[in-house]
């Protein structure tokens, strides 16, 4: 022991004041009240003193006499003295140190005289006493002590029974047993006990065990017994210990303790007769034997479980078997009775929870209450408890109920009069009851029903104070419903009304707090109960047993099974349902018939389950080629639409997962949106729309519902009523909208990077249909006062929420047309005037005033430039105006009434029907006819007022403040393009407001040029369209081209809708003045040209796609062409040229692409079945035919109908200005100008009075050029036209038979592009040279340019007096068309521009050849034979110098080789040179071939034009054939060996 008290400072003075201060200590600590610290303390202070003298430190008689003055200080000294002697006894025993025992001896010997002998002989050990003296003998004195305490402990004292009289017992029992009914009190009673006792001399502890069994045996006066026992009773231990061994009497194995002796023991426990501690301990089971039973409860409950999930063979189930028999024998042996829990049971029966709660909680949780008994006896206790405030608050209207006894006990728990009482004891109760709840229905009831009571009072509650204490009730309610009132339903056998009284509680939760229950119901609290894990095992196995045996035939039994199970177990049921489905699609339809006998509380967990399902992390959402969406989640969101439609299922959860979903850039989920809306309001959206639902789709609500979609969905009512309310309800409508609106181009740029194009595609078509099927859902369904509280204005949309313009007017524009039509009837009612003019002009009133802010809102979501040209007035209109305004589908109207009377003629004939049923659906179909008639009624008076309000506003519609072509290019930028891939209807709408417009004589707007570049250069516009839209735009070009071809069709329809409207003008003036004599309108043949031109370029930008070998492009552009089909190819040549290329794709793509394979087949098979309707290429456009005697007769005869045309083409082909493929073309374009020159002088004229006689500044150098290369065409030209004559003819077949031959060596085009380069050098040189004499035609090519430049850009245009021509492609023409094709194969991604616009100017080029090497019977001047002469010996020289440039080329770069090439082009325009390119591409090429036909029915109109040119600048001179010959024969050698240089320097470079 440490030394704390004693100094060492007092240890060695201790003479001087070492004993003083010690004194002086004792004194101290004595003097203080006697405390455990001081005791303590003093203990402590004499131990250390008596230990410095065991050791020797102070002698034994100087401490001795110290001692014998500290005993004085106080009584009990002599006790603690003994202590410390007592201790330092056992520690020098066990010292080796014989000195020190000694010391120890000396010190107690001389202490004696202070410390009583009795004492130390109480205190010491047998063999210190015996060296003190103390006793003779240890050994005896340790037989003493052993036979005393068994006399005391031991022995058993025997009574003298004789000396107790049995008569005595027997009066005893009579004064016990006797009527209590009267004046007998326990006073009395115990009188007569004692006297008994005296008299009888009997044994009291007897006595008591007596008072006891009777109690036993009337264990109902409990008032008369316990007041007897308190009375009588001495010590609780006696009456404890007397219990005990009543207890233990009756563990035995087969033993059972009677209800009379636990009631004995609770009634004693309760009035704390006894302590339960002290009779816990005779109770048996032991606790830590419970503990191990309940452990083997869950693995027995989890073995079966396992075995019921498991796959068993059959050998393995008689094993089985066996041993479960051989278990079954084990259990018969029944072990005792658990004492513990049959007091607990007497317990709760007379209410003393106390006590009940203590004993529950040294078992483990559930434990106590999943024994049956004790489980009804918490129930009893509990009904009690709640009476009060159930009466008060629960009991429904109408219900009578019977009254429960209220507890007797005053110590009871007190009954229940607030809600807030609730957390006392009741809450408590519960919480130890669980799952068990279920043995009591009734308290389950009562329980739910006070709970909808409080829900009702809290939410009616206003006060804040209030309801924050109501919260804490709340949250134990949430508890309760978690761990008591889903658990007990569980166990509950199929009990459907208990699960509707739970819906009536949990109904009034929000969903997120149900959802949550559903949640821990399903996966937490089925694993915390071995019961509920046996349950959970058999309705898995259930479910598995009906889902096999699940069709469509045996839907309603099945149903009924499904219905049972789901009454108590819903979420693992329908778990495995869905797993299922995920599977099997084919199981969607059973499983929704089959859920109608569901409880609403079963539809709210299904419904929870779905959306588990859906945000499954383990699932992909993706198949593993990451290019389409799972079937699993297709299969659920099919599911989900079906079941939300059919029956009452909430939901606002499944929308506000969706819109999660979106808030978190995830798009896959709007899959479930998609199907949700389709089925629950019958809004279909797809793009695979007949002809006729496209038409009414275009009527009214009810058209639309007849005859809009593929599936009749009737009833939709109902279900789109809920719908909406949710939506509503949740504040969900907009930011449903919006976020998918912003979506749509959050899955390319936010999603795409890392998902495969094919899937981006889909998922925006998906997003996008959504959108579009939701905003339709809306806009039917809102009424107009919701509508326009939750959609806020277009510019608010776009400026702050950042939707595109298309997304925010689709939303808006419903707005609009309610807002009109709410204005309109106001204005009616306000002047009652009948007459439809002034109906018309309260309509127009009414569209003013409503449309003018929107006219003031869409300013600010473009830059102001934009308004010069169009009008916001027009902009608004164009985007607020549907299908249903603009036309009448009166042919859909006809067709579904007629539909409807068919209906009616098959019930009258149908005999088997009963009348009633016929009665009622001849009823239903004559209802709807009426109706469609007067919609239609409706719906003609509403075009016609919009119709009027259109031509009255017209005039302000276009300003064109700059050009027309610049207000074209605005029109389709901001409004066409961007609808017409928004919906199938409104592709049909912007092709159908273009002919409305052009109908209207609308000013400013010309008709021609807006088709023109719509058909012309589609390629972009295709390849940048997903799948869906690609089949709307298709649907937009077929209706623009079904208005063409019927313009096309007949002179007279052309006369009448184009003949004289402004559209059709060819000439522009001043934008302020529209119309013109008849010469300025473009007449039939021409437009028929221009047709022509439009088809040529389709199939142009068609086959560029179908070459580029992209996924994308080649999907799109075949859906393009699947939906244009009824009105293109209607040329013969272009028709096989697209067959051809489409048949190459489907050879190509089978195996590599399946999907394109199967479009192109199709495609291939509907076009081969339209090859009848086609027409040959001068049956499509008329075709004059040349005269090449008398050039004159250009200018006078039938050539004058051919100067419209160009002036025509001219006026339809310019392009956005400034562009870099304007400037390429613009190059070419030129040439058209000088030609229409020669051909009418009145038309220089015109264009010099127009632009006067300076060219446009900005576009002077380009002017430049094109002069330049007129001069050098017609010198060419002059060249080329001996090529006509016979010998010509034949010189050029064999050429070609040559090149044919050379063509398969010749691989590689550098060699001829380096070639080209410097004979673009010489011939730069030499144009210079000549062009004095060319003057006159150089100042009638600047002249002529600046009237396109003023109006519009003419692309070269097939004229009106081209025949086919009977010579032979020239090998410039074919080598051109090599080289264009070779460029295509290597330029395959549509990406880069240029390698389109090198491809368009070489086309242009390899025309402008075509078109000299035919021109026929034209002299030649003596001039232009040097020239031939000078080219023939600058190409010797560059033959020489090949070799050494091929050499260096070898190490050039490639990408500065395209430049240059692309540079050559544009410089460039059709010299000799190009007799010496790579040889014609193989004329076995199917594509090839159809390409030449193609140029070659469009270069014709060329020919007249340079026939005329070449008239005028040659002078008349002309060369003889000889001639011809010679220059043809020279060609032809220097031409060969170009080609044999090109095979080396080929070789070389590979």
């Known amino acids: 022991m440490a030394v704390a008290v004693l100094p060492t400072d007092w240890i060695k003075n201790w003479e001087k004041s070492g004993k003083n201060d010690f004194l002086q200590l004792c004194q101290d600590l004595a003097g203080k009240p006697s405390s455990e610290v001081f005791l303590k303390d003093l203990q402590t202070a004499l131990y250390e003193l008596c230990w410095h003298v065991v050791q020797g430190s102070i002698k034994v008689d100087v401490v001795a006499t110290l001692l014998a003055d500290v005993m004085e200080l106080r009584e009990d000294m002599p006790s603690i003295l003994a202590d410390v002697f007592c201790v330092l006894d056992i520690e020098t025993g066990c010292l080796e140190d014989k000195h020190k025992r ?253 006590h009940a709660q203590s004993i529950m909680e040294q078992m483990p949780p559930y434990y106590a209450t999943s024994h049956k008994a004790i489980a009804i006896a918490l129930c009893q206790l509990l009904h009690l408890i709640l009476e009060p405030l159930y009466r008060r608050a629960g009991v ?86 978690d761990q008591v009132l889903l658990p007990s339903l569980t166990l509950m056998e199929c009990n459907a009304c208990m699960s509707e009284e739970l819906w009536g509680f949990f109904k009034l939760f929000p969903y997120q707090y149900r959802y949550r229950l559903y949640g821990q119901w399903k996966n937490e609290t089925y694993s915390n109960h071995p019961l509920l894990v046996k349950v959970k095992a058999q309705t898995v196995d259930r479910a598995k047993y009906i889902m096999k045996r699940l069709t469509k035939e045996n839907v309603k039994p099945s149903g009924r099974q499904i219905g049972k199970l789901s009454h108590s177990n819903p979420t693992i049921l329908f778990d495995y349902i869905l797993s299922q489905i995920q599977w099997y699609d084919n199981l969607i339809t059973p499983v929704v018939d089959s859920l109608k006998y569901l409880t609403s509380l079963n539809y709210d967990v299904l419904a929870y389950c779905i959306i588990e399902a859906l945000a499954n992390p383990e699932k992909e959402k993706m198949k593993h080629d990451d290019t389409t969406i799972s079937s699993w989640l297709q299969s659920l969101a099919s599911l989900c639409g079906a079941v939300c439609r059919k029956y009452p299922i909430e939901l606002a959860g499944l929308l506000q997962y969706v819109t999660n979903q979106l808030k978190a850039g995830k798009s896959f989920d709007l899959l479930i949106l998609k199907e949700v809306v389709q089925k629950m309001a019958g809004i279909e959206i797809t793009d695979e729309m007949t002809v006729e639902q496209l038409e009414a789709m275009t009527g009214g609500e009810q058209l639309k519902a007849e005859g809009g979609y593929f599936g009749q969905i009737r009833n939709t009512k109902k279900s789109s009523q809920r719908l909406k309310d949710s939506l509503l309800d949740h504040e969900l409508a907009l930011p449903l909208c919006l976020l998918m609106a912003q979506q749509r181009n959050g899955v390319v740029f936010s999603e795409g990077g890392e998902k495969h194009l094919k899937l981006v595609g889909k998922l925006y078509d998906q997003c996008h249909d959504t959108l579009v099927q939701f905003g339709g859902f809306l806009a039917s369904n809102l009424s107009t006062e919701d509508y326009i509280k939750r959609v806020p204005s277009v510019d608010i949309l776009c400026n702050q929420f950042h939707t595109p313009h298309d997304a925010a007017f689709f939303l808006s524009r419903p707005m609009y047309a309610h807002q009109i039509l709410s204005k309109y009837d106001e204005l009616k009612k306000a002047e009652k005037g009948n007459r439809q003019q002034q109906k018309v002009h309260k309509y127009i009133a009414a ?283 209607k040329v013969l040549n272009l028709g096989q040229a697209l067959e051809c290329r489409v048949h190459k794709i489907c050879q190509e793509e089978k195996e590599k692409r399946p999907d394109l394979y199967a479009l192109a087949m199709g495609y291939s098979g509907q076009l081969k079945s339209r090859k009848v309707h086609m027409v040959p290429d001068y049956e499509f456009h008329y075709k004059h035919p040349v005269s090449t005697s008398n050039p004159s007769g250009l200018q006078n005869g039938p050539g004058n109908t051919g100067k419209p045309a160009v002036t025509a083409a001219s006026a339809t082909s310019k392009y956005d200005e400034g562009t870099a493929e304007d400037t390429e073309k613009s190059k070419d374009k030129s040439q058209v100008a000088p030609k229409t020159a020669s051909k009418n002088p009145a038309t220089v004229n015109k264009a010099n009075s127009s632009n006067g006689s300076t060219p446009n500044s900005t576009k002077g150098s380009k002017e430049k050029e094109d002069k330049e290369k007129s001069g050098k065409e017609k010198k060419e030209k002059k060249e080329k036209s001996s090529g006509s004559t016979p010998e010509a003819k034949a010189g050029g077949k064999e050429k070609q038979r040559e090149e ?251």
């Open 102 to 354: 000694d010391h120890f001896t000396q010190l107690v010997g001389a202490c004696m005289f202070c410390v009583p002998d009795a004492v130390l002989k109480e205190r010491l050990d047998p063999e210190t006493l015996e060296s003190l003296g103390l006793i003779k003998q240890a050994q005896q004195f340790n037989q003493k002590i052993v036979k005393i305490k068994t006399k005391l402990f031991y022995k058993q004292q025997k009574f003298n029974l004789l000396r107790e009289e049995n008569e005595g017992y027997a009066k005893l029992v009579t004064e016990l047993g006797q009527d209590l009914s009267g004046n007998v009190t326990s006073h009395l009673v115990l009188e007569s006990i004692k006297s008994l006792i005296g008299c009888f001399n009997l044994d009291p502890n007897r006595v008591l065990d007596i008072i006891l069994e009777v109690y036993e045996c009337r264990s109902d006066q409990d008032d008369f017994f316990i007041p007897l026992i308190k009375s009588y009773m001495c010590e609780h231990q006696t009456l404890c210990h007397i219990l005990g061994f009543k207890f233990k009497f009756h563990q035995e194995p087969n033993g059972e303790t009677p209800s009379s002796l636990y009631h004995v023991a609770a009634a004693l426990l309760q009035h704390n007769l006894i302590a339960l501690e002290d009779l816990y301990v005779h109770l048996l089971p032991q606790d830590s034997t419970i503990v191990e039973e309940h452990k083997r409860e869950i693995l027995e409950a989890k073995q079966i479980a396992r075995k019921l999930t498991m796959v068993v063979v059959p050998s393995e189930k008689s094993d089985d078997k066996e041993k479960d028999k051989d278990k079954e024998e084990e259990k018969s042996e029944k072990p005792p009775d658990n004492q513990k829990l049959g007091l607990l049971e007497a317990l709760l029966n007379i209410g003393d929870w106390q």
């Open 396 to 481: 429904p209207k109408g219900a009578k109920g019977c009254l429960a006894k209220s507890l007797q006990s005053k110590q009871a728990p007190l009954p229940v009069e607030t809600f807030e009482d609730l957390s006392k004891d009741v809450f408590i109760m519960l919480g130890y009851l669980g799952p068990h709840l279920s043995h009591d229905p009734i308290l389950f009831a009562k329980i739910v029903r006070l709970g909808k009571s409080f829900m009702k009072e809290y939410q009616s509650e206003s006060k804040q104070d209030a309801k924050d204490k109501m919260d804490s009730l709340l949250s134990c309610f949430l508890s309760i419903s």
């Open 847 to 1129: 569209c003013e005033q409503v449309m003018a802010p929107i006219h003031e809102a869409v300013v600010s979501l473009h830059p102001p430039k934009v308004w010069d040209d169009l009008r916001p007035q027009f902009y608004a209109t164009f985007w607020s105006l549907t299908m249903y305004d603009l036309a009448v589908p009166h042919n859909a109207y006809e067709r579904e009434v007629n539909k409807l009377k068919m209906q009616i003629k098959a019930i009258d004939e149908n005999t088997e029907m009963p009348l009633n049923k016929k009665k009622k659906e001849k009823e239903r179909c004559t209802a709807l006819q009426d109706k469609l008639l007067e919609e239609e009624k409706k719906q003609l008076e509403h075009v016609q007022r919009v119709l009027h309000r259109l031509k009255l506003e017209k005039d302000n519609w276009l300003l064109a403040k700059s050009t027309k072509n610049e207000t074209i290019t605005k029109f389709l930028q901001l409004c066409l393009f961007p609808r017409c891939v928004f919906s199938a209807i409104d592709a049909v709408y912007c092709a159908r407001f273009v002919e409305l417009v052009h109908q209207q004589k609308t000013p400013n707007f010309c008709t021609l040029l807006c088709y023109d570049r719509v058909f012309s250069d589609i390629i972009y516009t295709v390849a940048s369209c997903t799948e869906n839209e690609s089949r709307r735009y298709g649907r937009f070009l077929c209706c623009m081209l079904e208005t063409v071809t019927r313009w096309h069709s007949d002179k007279a329809i052309y006369e009448k809708e184009c003949g004289n409207y402004p559209g059709f003008l060819t000439i522009f003036r001043a934008s302020g003045f529209d119309g013109g004599n008849k010469a300025d309108q473009l007449d039939y043949e021409n437009f028929r040209h221009v047709v022509h031109k439009w088809h040529y370029k389709l199939t142009k930008a068609s086959v560029h796609c179908l070459e580029t070998g992209e996924y994308t492009h080649i999907r799109n552009i075949l859906i393009v062409l699947t939906k244009i089909l009824p009105f293109y190819p």
């Open 1300 to 1550: 044919k031959s050379g063509d398969n060596k010749e691989k590689t085009p550098k060699a001829d592009k380096d070639k080209r380069k410097d004979e673009k050098k010489d011939e730069k040189s030499k144009g210079d040279g000549k062009s004095a004499d060319k003057e006159s035609s150089k100042e009638r090519d600047v002249s002529k340019e600046g009237k396109p430049k003023e109006s519009s850009k003419v692309e070269k245009n097939p004229g009106p007096g081209s025949l086919k021509s009977p010579v032979p492609r020239s090998e410039g023409a074919e080598s051109e068309r090599e080289q264009k094709r070779r460029k295509l194969d290597t330029h395959s991604s549509p990406s880069h521009s240029s390698a389109v616009k090198d491809n368009l100017n070489d086309f242009k080029d390899s025309l402008s050849k075509h078109h000299a090497n035919h021109s026929t019977g034209l002299s030649k001047s003596e001039a232009d034979k040097k020239e031939t002469e000078k080219s023939r010996d600058r190409s010797k020289e560059r033959e020489k110098k090949e070799d050494r440039k091929d050499r260096k080329r070898d190490y050039s770069n490639s990408d500065r080789e395209l430049s240059q090439e692309a540079k050559r082009r544009k410089d460039e325009n059709g010299t000799s040179s190009s007799k010496h390119s790579k040889s014609a591409s193989p004329p076995d090429s199917p594509r090839s071939n159809e390409k030449d036909n193609s140029k070659r029915s469009k270069s014709t109109s060329k020919d007249k034009t340079e026939l005329a040119k070449t008239d005028k600048t040659s002078g008349g001179k002309k060369e003889s054939r000889h001639d011809k010959e010679k220059s043809e024969k020279k060609r032809d050698s220097t031409g060969a060996k170009e080609d044999k240089k090109h095979h080396k320097s080929s070789e070389k470079h590979r």
